[in-house]
């Protein structure tokens, strides 16, 4: 069986997290792995053990032991729940998982500024993620500042096998049943590689 990791790549607020639980109701075994979920728990049980500046590698450390458990101990679809705006950081990712045989996907949440704004003023999620933001009106304001993101940079085709952009709610069934209608075009993919 050819196994996907799907990896979602956006700002906050353009629909990642409802992206990926929607896909993972629909693509059999398959599991999300979200990092907001692992930044929750940590700032509720492990506030202390935060770093007080620079990325949040505890973070990340429990999200890879988590990614790292389920590609080798498991026989899931991985869909990968963050932002992924990092070219070099997403494409290091891409090519572990490469290396370990599955077909990659990207898909780029790209909702207009005018959209996100709107949503993260109106929002009513939880900030119990946040380490150094008190607001997701700060993170998207952040994210669309190149000073602070190094390195951000929207997907281009090649970086993973199938790349798939949405721009508009109205586009995410139609991409999610790109990605679980056509598993023969992977094994074929695959076969070919």
Known sequence: ??????????????????????????????????????????????????????????????????????????????????????????LNLLDHFKEKGFTTILVHLDIPDRILQARVVNSDRSTAIFRNATTFEEVLNRQETDAYFKDVAAPVEGEADYLYVIRHSDEVQNVIGKIIDEPKEYESWNDKT
């Open 1 to 90: 069986m050819t196994r996907l990791v799907i990896m979602t790549v956006g700002k906050t607020h353009s629909g990642k997290s409802t992206f990926a639980r929607s896909l993972a109701e629909q693509l059999l075994n398959s599991v999300v792995i979200d990092q907001d979920t692992h930044a929750e728990f940590i700032n509720n049980f492990y506030r202390s053990l935060l770093p007080m500046e620079g990325p949040n590698t505890l973070k990340y450390a429990v999200s890879q032991t988590i990614v790292d458990y389920a590609m080798n101990e498991t026989s899931f679809h991985l869909i990968l729940c963050n932002s992924n705006l990092s070219r070099s950081g997403r």
